[in-house]
């Protein structure tokens, strides 16, 4: 694995196994045996025995016929997704966010419930694996493939592991993925939460690349999504802007983190919040306890300087706000501005700094990661050999 997380987009050698052919069929719905024979370049017998191997796996299925073409009208092949579900389990630092999602993400079925993922592992994913125990039980004739766990954590790239976190002491070394693995045996895959909403945001705007999205709640954390494929850096701490320094001296508030300075000691929920002396019950109640305050607006001017910095270095096309706080539009103001105030005007012009309008971001990346690792085309190869 690298720096990139990459979610099963067509590459050039399309169509070269059976898991080449599968990755170029669930790019779109409506191919026919004519078109993946002009695309893949195959012969035509090498191509029907592809796809028999993807029929005799349930991978693919015939539907159609496609539209009138003059001539007898062919069948369509398609990535037989119906019934295969994903698991995911969103956490945040004081709520869960549970989903049954299909395959593109969509949710199902969701559930939120209140946590504190400063508390012991074990038993903050009893409790979370008990409510996804109930949205999975709730239909009949559904597969699982996979679940996807966000955390507002660093998670390698390498192992796919949560490496130290600081706002999750007690999970250092703790085996996520094989305590979830062990209820439900498909594959667990681990990512940053703000990287994992990045992810969702990039699908909901196809066009938008580099896309840098941001989730402003409790802490405040970015992805950055250049033509589909997520930087998770080199130990995968690609995003962590909150640790930042956007200030110094003598009155530089202290972070979680053990320094001083850090954007998300001045700026994040948690620490306008913290000041306050007020813990909130959920994401909800953090943004309705901070909407219209000056504070807020303060943080988010900070935040957005911050940005403009990351837009000389990236010059993206569009920065989506998101997180319970991020979307607000006092928020997106100030960032609007003080991007504009800060960055050259060559790098502003044509940037969209919008706020998120998803349902569940980090649902629908996650789902994008579990979905490409299930169907990697050499995943798919190892199945249908079998
Ligand atoms: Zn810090």
Redesign the pocket.
Same mark, same amino acid.
């Given at each position: 694995m690298t720096a990139l997380r990459t979610t099963g987009r067509p590459a050039a050698t399309a169509g070269s196994s059976p898991g080449r052919l599968l990755e170029l069929i669930r790019s779109r719905d409506d191919w026919t045996r004519q078109q993946l024979l002009a695309e893949t370049g195959l012969s035509r017998m090498t191509l029907f025995e592809r796809l028999d191997a993807l029929f005799r796996a349930g991978l693919v299925y015939e539907a159609g016929p496609a539209g009138p073409t003059g001539g007898r009208p062919a069948a369509l092949i398609r990535f037989a997704d119906q019934g295969r579900v994903v698991l995911v389990l969103d956490l945040d630092h004081h709520t869960g966010r549970i989903a049954v999602t299909d395959l593109t993400g969509r949710s199902l079925r969701e559930r939120e419930l209140p946590l504190d993922i400063a508390g012991p592992p074990d038993v903050v994913l009893a409790t979370v694996c008990h409510v996804a125990d109930g949205l999975l039980a709730a239909a009949d004739g559904e597969t699982l493939v996979g679940v996807g766990v966000a955390l507002p954590g660093p998670v390698s790239p390498v192992t796919g592991l949560l490496r130290p976190a600081t706002v999750m002491p007690g999970w250092d070394g703790f085996p996520i993925a094989a305590v979830i693995g062990a209820r439900w045996p498909v594959p667990v895959l681990l990512e940053n939460d703000a990287r994992a909403h990045a992810l969702g945001e990039a699908a909901e705007r196809p066009g938008a690349t580099p896309l840098l999205a941001v989730k402003y709640a409790h802490g405040i954390g970015a992805g950055l999504v250049l033509d589909g494929a997520l930087l998770c850096g080199f130990d995968g701490a690609a995003g962590d802007i909150?640790?930042i320094r956007a200030g110094s001296g003598g009155d530089a508030p202290t %972070?979680? %983190?053990g320094?001083t300075g %850090?954007l @998300? @000691?001045y700026a994040s929920g948690y620490a306008l919040l913290r000041r306050r002396g007020v813990t909130p019950s959920s994401s909800d109640d953090l943004a309705a306890r901070l909407a219209a305050t000056a504070d807020l607006r303060d943080g988010a001017r900070l935040l957005g300087r911050t940005l403009a910095g990351l837009v000389a270095l990236v010059n993206p096309q569009t920065i989506v706000l998101g997180g319970a706080l991020g979307r607000l539009s006092a928020v997106v103001d100030e960032v609007r501005t003080a991007v504009r105030a800060d960055a050259l005007d060559r790098l502003t012009g044509d940037l969209e700094i919008v706020p998120s309008t998803a349902h569940h971001p980090a649902a629908v990346g996650m789902a994008a990661l579990v979905t490409g690792h299930v169907y990697a085309p050499a995943a798919v190869d190892a199945l249908v050999a079998t």
């Open positions: 909150g640790h %972070c979680r %983190c320094r %850090c @998300a @000691a």
